[in-house]
T-cell receptor, first 114, second 111 residues
Framework: KQEVTQIPAALSVPEGENLVLNCSFTDSAIYNLQWFRQDPGKGLTSLLLIQSSQREQTSGRLNASLDKSSGRSTLYIAASQPGDSATYLCAVSPIKAAGNKLTFGGGTRVLVKP | NAGVTQTPKFQVLKTGQSMTLQCAQDMNHEYMSWYRQDPGMGLRLIHYSVGAGITDQGEVPNGYNVSRSTTEDFPLRLLSAAPSQTSVYFC??????????FGPGTRLLVL
């Protein structure tokens, strides 16, 4: 059974510092990995999707890497801002035919202090 | 595009009552799914569908039913609500298992 872990569970940084969020998974047979952002009381917003054949994906200040063989992904957020305060979740999908069968990590709650 | 919509936003039920959580998407996505989110347990898959007429169970399906008669709608039915079903429920959709789009959630309290 796939297990996804995110450490640390919470993180507090001063504004301007780079954020590094970690995600590890036990079964390397994945189709893709996604990073999501969740604001309090809201739904999830997809930030980046990395296919199993890719090593990294970038969008603006966000960069996500994937090392499938070691079962790890890292989300980097450059020059953090107070608006980046949220919970960040990673999720893996087993195979394309499995549709939306995502397995989620527990999330990292981020606070960026002005 | 409204994206993924969920109704109601909040619901209080008594133990034993039944209800249907509605989910609709206007993106012509074939894949849809239901998750519940609980403190300390994270998001867990309840049921999912890869197309109209096709559904399957996820990790925590007991006490829930689904059907998918159209591409747009994927309702989740609670047959006899229990306090253990108090949770926040999210519906999601995607095209071919790619980027997932989530609804705003339904907060359910079962007394």
């Amino acid at each position: 059974k796939q297990e996804v872990t995110q450490i640390p569970a919470a993180l507090s940084v001063p504004e301007g510092e780079n954020l590094v969020l970690n995600c590890s998974f036990t079964d390397s047979a994945i189709y893709n990995l996604q990073w999501f952002r969740q604001d309090p009381g809201k739904g999830l917003t997809s930030l980046l999707l990395i296919q199993s054949s890719q090593r990294e994906q970038t969008s603006g200040r966000l960069n996500a890497s994937l090392d499938k063989s070691s079962g790890r992904s890292t989300l980097y957020i450059a020059a953090s801002q107070p608006g980046d305060s949220a919970t960040y979740l990673c999720a893996v999908s087993p195979i394309k035919a499995a549709g939306n069968k995502l397995t989620f990590g527990g999330g990292t709650r981020v606070l960026v202090k002005p | 595009n409204a994206g993924v919509t969920q109704t109601p936003k909040f619901q209080v039920l008594k133990t034993g009552q039944s209800m249907t959580l509605q989910c609709a998407q206007d993106m012509n996505h074939e894949y849809m799914s239901w998750y519940r989110q609980d403190p300390g347990m994270g998001l867990r898959l309840i049921h999912y569908s890869v197309g109209a007429g096709i559904t399957d169970q996820g990790e925590v399906p007991n006490g829930y039913n689904v059907s998918r008669s159209t591409t747009e709608d994927f309702p989740l039915r609670l047959l006899s609500a229990a306090p253990s079903q108090t949770s926040v429920y999210f519906c999601a959709s995607s095209y071919g298992g790619e980027t997932q789009y989530f609804g705003p959630g339904t907060r359910l309290l079962v007394l």
